[in-house]
């Protein structure tokens, strides 16, 4: 019994029964009995609480956190919708059912909208069992799912921390290391130079080795240095005129496109809103290696733009030797190859970066291919929002600029 309430207790039957911890908020004392009887008579073990006013129900939330709350809708000196003020100022999620003498269609709709679990009128109480267990298995539900979602929320977290001690790691490691393995490359090169001829033909091949190995780390932790900072010393984003980026990649790879006789073509593309830098990094990459990973023919490289939804597709398609698909997903994993580097020069870094590059600008990368017939490597972008400063997008047309070198 609480202090400001009456206690009503319905007797165990032998039939296990469903125990409930209710809280009545009722003025009428043969009407609380009778709730907690209909309840008793389909299955509920009920131990109720019964008050009439706000300080006796915070008093009862405080001190036995009832499973559920029905409310008379009209008392003498509260309302049962105060009841969900009360909960909500509590932090509280306990269904409240109204269980009313006489709630009209529209006040009813209105109570649920405001957050009344459900009502239940007292000359119908026979609902009233059901409704309490359809409303204690929404909330079970409601607990379920936040659970799940503190869980994700946690572990993307715990993910988002790993990740940047792990980016901090990898920079800061690749960055120190360059100077000690500076002095060992510098040392290795000269005892190669002094001693040469003056030592025996063992030591010439080994001081050979360890130079070359120590050139062949620095490449690598000078990639790795690159890979690690994507995204720590990104220049400010600005809008980007993806056909004057092209031209500019398609220069600077002139030399290999006139070696192969690559004929390079594209379709207008748009602005983005990104790191100038960093778009014109893809595009070297992308267009490098399917000037690189060429087969017999004369590489056919073709770069189209399409809009899906809020972003723009790029596709750069190539005829070369293609890429199995088992392959698909680590080639864009930091140092992946498929290949000797006698084969095909390269350090495996290039397509992890444009990966790092397109997931952070919230887009992403993918390879479609089959080995022997060529590949498409396709990536989104988000298409610039126009309420942002000034980009000039212009949707790809038919037009086809054609780039032979
Ligand atoms: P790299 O070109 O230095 O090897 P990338 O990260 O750019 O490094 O590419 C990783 C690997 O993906 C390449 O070694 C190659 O095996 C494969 N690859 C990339 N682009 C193509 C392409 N256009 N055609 C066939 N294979 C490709």
Not at 94 to 103: D, E, H, K, N
Not at 366 to 375: F, T
Request: with cysteine.
């Amino acid at each position: 019994m609480s202090s400001t309430g009456t206690k009503l207790e319905a007797v165990n039957s032998a039939q296990p029964k469903l125990k409930l911890r209710a809280l009545l908020v009722e003025d009428n004392a043969l009407d609380a009995a009778l709730v907690v009887r209909a309840l008793f008579k389909d299955g509920f073990d009920v131990s109720a609480d019964v008050v009439q006013d706000e300080a006796g129900f915070t008093k009862a939330i405080h001190a036995k956190c009832p499973e559920i709350v029905l409310a008379d809708y009209n008392l003498p000196t509260w309302k049962g919708m105060e009841v969900l003020k009360a909960l909500r100022r509590e932090g509280l999620d306990i269904p409240m059912i109204l269980v009313s003498g006489a709630l009209g269609d529209v006040t009813a709709v209105e109570c649920i909208k405001q957050g009344a679990t459900d009502y239940v009128l007292k000359d119908g109480l026979a609902r009233l069992p059901e409704v309490v267990r359809r409303a204690l298995r929404e909330k079970n539900e409601r607990s379920l799912r936040r659970q799940v979602e503190e869980n994700l929320a946690r572990k993307a977290d715990e993910l988002a921390r790993s990740n940047a001690d792990l980016e901090q790691f990898a920079y800061v490691a690749s960055h120190d290391l360059q100077e000690p393995l500076r002095m060992v490359a510098a040392y290795t090169q000269l005892l190669g130079e002094r001693y040469k001829g003056k030592l025996d033909a063992d030591a010439d091949k080994f001081i050979g080795y360890a130079t070359e190995g120590a050139t062949r780390m620095q490449v690598l932790i000078q990639d790795l240095l690159a890979f690690s900072r994507v995204g720590r010393n990104t220049g400010s984003s600005e809008s980007i005129d993806c056909n004057a980026a092209m031209k500019d990649v398609l220069q600077t790879l002139a030399g290999a496109i006139q070696e192969s006789g690559a004929v390079v073509t594209h379709g207008e593309l748009p602005a983005l809103w990104a790191d100038r830098t960093q778009i014109t990094q893809i595009f070297q990459n992308l267009v490098g290696n399917a000037l690189k990973f060429r087969g017999n023919n004369p590489p056919l490289i073709s770069i189209q733009v399409e809009k899906t939804g809020q972003h723009w597709q790029f596709s750069v398609s190539d005829n070369g030797i293609g890429i199995a698909p088992e392959h698909a997903d680590n080639i864009f994993v930091v140092f992946q190859r498929l290949h000797a580097r006698t084969e095909y020069p390269g350090n495996g870094i290039g397509l992890a970066i444009c990966k790092k590059i397109v997931e952070r600008a919230g887009g992403r990368i993918w390879v479609e291919s089959q080995a022997g017939s060529g590949s498409t490597f396709k990536f989104t972008m988000p298409i610039h929002n126009a309420d942002e400063p000034a980009p000039d997008q212009h949707a790809p047309d038919e037009k086809e600029n054609e780039a032979k070198l």
